[in-house]
């Protein structure tokens, strides 16, 4: 039977104290027994006892000990019967057990650890070496608790690593191969998130042979929620433009976004057409319209970021199209990066965009080279695009195209 004066000899842990181990002892001899609790309690262990493996199993099916002292030797159920069928228990699995008996003989052992045993003591059991192999046993046992932690954070990390990777694979499924040429415009762009993937996203949306309609958004925030955010954004844009206007498209996606809290959206949306550009800019650093080696217009934001505020209003800005000319459009992460949310200028120089049109892969080189002297603390997802009229040599700067765009 269970000695219930012993285990309450034992008292349970405070609240806010940690839980001192558990060790079960059984053992068909009183004076045993109790000797060797009053070792393991004295220094410092919580304790239950009983006399018998029946007992044990009742006791066992409200307590979990850490370790259990068990005699080899007991009536009805034997020691290792009984640990067979402990360990037969997936609640058990971890629980160390230290044999006992008076016989040193080699079968003994063998069937101790057949059982399911992790140590053997044969007695009369020095208090030293019990108190040693019961230490050790917790520690073992706590070994294997931080592994298992560990494989399952590595297990946790290695599954969302699986799922950055996927997430980065088809972000940039979405996005468009560079160059994008049609009728004597070519496009060009590059995308460099600070971290796997992020909020920044572009789009080309084809509407004719003559005509493309191109976008830049800046989703709040940066990595997975501002990716799967800027996706969804992408695929309310692409319909859209199909059916509205510029400004109409902005403003019912402005009104979409309202519908969801907390969440906006910087863009850019760039319609270009067979003899000019028509932009709405809601949030972004101003679109630069450069000719002839010069920004000649800057076209800031006319409104505010979608989803921000339901009655904002968007309105458009035509450009006239000009040989030679580029239109340079950029996210927050290249101008911040400075200090100045609206230095466009600035950065289209030290990217070497007035003097010529690079190509995507050029593009990417100086962005990296720009932002490598940049705050890192500043850091943000990176887009540009650049537009590039290709009908031969540029004409004179003043004319009414950049008039339009003031």
């Known amino acids: 039977m269970v000695t219930v004066q012993a285990a309450m000899n034992s008292p349970t842990d405070s609240p806010g104290i940690p839980p001192r181990p558990t060790v079960l002892v059984i053992d068909d001899a009183p004076s045993v027994l109790a000797l060797n609790a009053a070792i393991l309690r004295h220094v410092?262990?919580?304790?239950?006892?009983?006399?018998?493996?029946?007992?044990?199993?009742?006791?066992m099916a409200r307590e979990t000990p850490d370790v259990i002292i068990l005699d080899y030797m007991l009536p009805v159920m034997d020691g290792p019967m009984f640990l067979r069928q402990v360990r037969a228990d997936p609640r058990f699995a971890n629980v160390?057990?230290?044999?006992?008996?008076?016989?040193n003989q080699e079968k003994h052992i063998e069937a101790a650890f057949a059982a399911g045993g992790d140590d053997f003591l044969t007695k009369p059991v020095d208090r030293r070496i019990l108190v040693a192999r019961v230490n050790a046993l917790l520690e073992t046992r706590r070994a294997r608790a931080r592994a298992a932690a560990e494989r399952d954070v590595a297990e946790e990390r290695d599954a969302l690593l699986r799922e950055v990777a996927e997430a980065k694979q088809t972000q940039s499924a979405q996005l468009p191969s560079f160059p994008v040429t049609w009728n004597g415009w070519r496009l060009e762009g590059m995308l460099q998130s600070c971290g796997h993937v992020g909020g920044d996203l572009f789009?080309?949306?084809?509407?004719?042979?003559?005509?493309?309609?191109?976008?830049?958004?800046?989703?709040?925030?940066?990595?997975?929620?501002a990716a799967m955010v800027a996706s969804s954004v992408r695929s309310a844009l692409r319909l859209l433009v199909r059916e509205l206007s510029a400004e109409r498209a902005v403003a019912a996606l402005n009104l979409h976004l309202c519908q969801l809290?907390?969440?906006?959206?910087?863009?850019?949306?760039?319609?270009?057409?067979?003899?000019?550009?028509?932009?709405?800019?809601?949030g972004l650093p101003p679109?630069?319209?450069?000719?002839?080696?010069?920004?000649?217009?800057?076209?800031?934001?006319n409104g505010a970021p979608p989803g921000l505020f339901e009655e904002s209003t968007y309105d458009s800005i035509r450009v006239e199209r000009r040989p030679g000319m580029r239109l340079v459009v950029m996210s927050d992460g290249l101008t911040e990066a400075f200090g100045l949310s609206d230095c466009t200028e600035a950065t289209a120089q030290r990217l070497g965009l007035l003097d010529g049109a690079p190509t995507s892969r050029e593009l990417e080189a100086g962005v990296r080279g720009l932002l490598s002297g940049a705050n890192s603390a500043h850091a943000d997802d990176a887009t540009l695009l650049v537009l590039s009229d290709e009908r031969g040599p540029p004409r004179s700067r003043g004319s009414k195209g950049d008039k339009d765009a003031r």
């Open 44 to 59: 410092g262990y919580r304790v239950l006892t009983t006399e018998s493996a029946v007992d044990a199993s009742l006791l």
């Open 96 to 103: 160390g057990v230290i044999l006992l008996t008076a016989s």
């Open 203 to 225: 789009d080309v949306i084809d509407q004719g042979p003559s005509t493309r309609t191109f976008a830049l958004l800046d989703v709040c925030g940066h990595g997975l929620a």
């Open 261 to 282: 809290n907390d969440l906006y959206v910087c863009i850019a949306l760039v319609q270009v057409g067979e003899d000019a550009i028509t932009i709405v800019n809601a």
């Open 287 to 301: 679109v630069a319209v450069v000719h002839d080696g010069a920004v000649t217009a800057l076209v800031g934001p």
